[in-house]
């Protein structure tokens, strides 16, 4: 059996996921979500040899997995389809990030902060999807699906590129600090306490680990450890709105 083509982003795994896993959190349970969530999964493994084709090498390879992942992804969204088909205007509002993602990777510049930011909606939109898949309803809930994942996100964006892309420019640490701090004010001003504790581990890394050369795999781990304590405390912040 061939091996997997997977991508070896592994952060970027956590981005596509928990949006999703919070929005099956918020709604009714429907066991067809589990196929929605199987679905997801395929397609987002097509992401990485679909993105790869605009590169224009090796084209067979990257095809082939692109085609075997997209043929997954429509067998195992067809339970979830037959539920709720509402679900496939999804993928005309992902459609013009997309374009965007494929336009970064033609220009060989899939780092720019722009082409991140378009994956973050990417995957507030899916999860925003899948809330709507159960729910049926486009309520308050909906909206902070999209909204409280991709504050998180945005804030590791900046972190990210301040140890590791671009650790020689000041203006990442910078706007990292600030964003977060900005973040955990913002809801300690509003007595949220929950989401501010959930944003706070997010600032204390931004400020203490550019002061020191974590290697890629320090930062990565660092990463899942405060992720799981933003989706913990996101959870108990937000479980009133179930």
């Known amino acids: 059996m061939p091996k997997l083509l997977i991508s070896n982003q592994h952060g970027a795994w956590v981005m596509a996921l928990l949006p999703f896993l919070y929005a099956m959190s918020l709604a ?96 507030a939109i899916v999860g925003m999807g899948a809330y709507y898949f159960t729910a049926r309803r486009i309520d308050h809930a909906f909206w902070l699906v999209g909204l409280y994942p991709s504050l998180f996100f945005i804030g590791t964006t900046l972190y990210v590129k301040s140890v590791l892309r671009e650790r020689k420019n000041p203006r990442y640490l910078y706007a990292s600090i600030i964003y977060h701090a900005a973040i955990v004010s913002f809801f300690a001003m509003g007595q949220q306490w929950l989401l501010s504790l959930a944003f706070l581990p997010s600032l ?22 405060i992720s799981a304590w933003f989706f913990i405390f996101l959870l108990w912040g937000t479980w009133p709105l179930r």
């Open 204 to 225: 204390v890394r931004a400020i203490i680990v550019p002061r020191y050369r974590f290697s890629v795999k320090q930062v990565g781990l660092l990463e899942f450890a």
């Open 28 to 123: 009714p349970f429907q066991w067809q979500s589990v196929f929605l969530l199987a679905g997801w999964i395929a397609l987002y493994l097509a992401t990485y040899p679909f993105l790869n084709l605009f590169k224009g090498r090796n084209l067979p390879l990257y095809t082939r997995w692109t085609v075997i992942y997209l043929t997954a992804c429509v067998l195992l969204l067809l339970p979830a389809l037959v539920v709720n088909w509402q679900i496939l205007y999804v993928a005309l509002a992902i459609l013009p990030f997309v374009l965007v993602n494929i336009y970064y990777t033609k220009q060989k510049n899939e780092r720019a902060l722009c082409n991140d930011l378009a994956a973050i909606v990417i995957f």
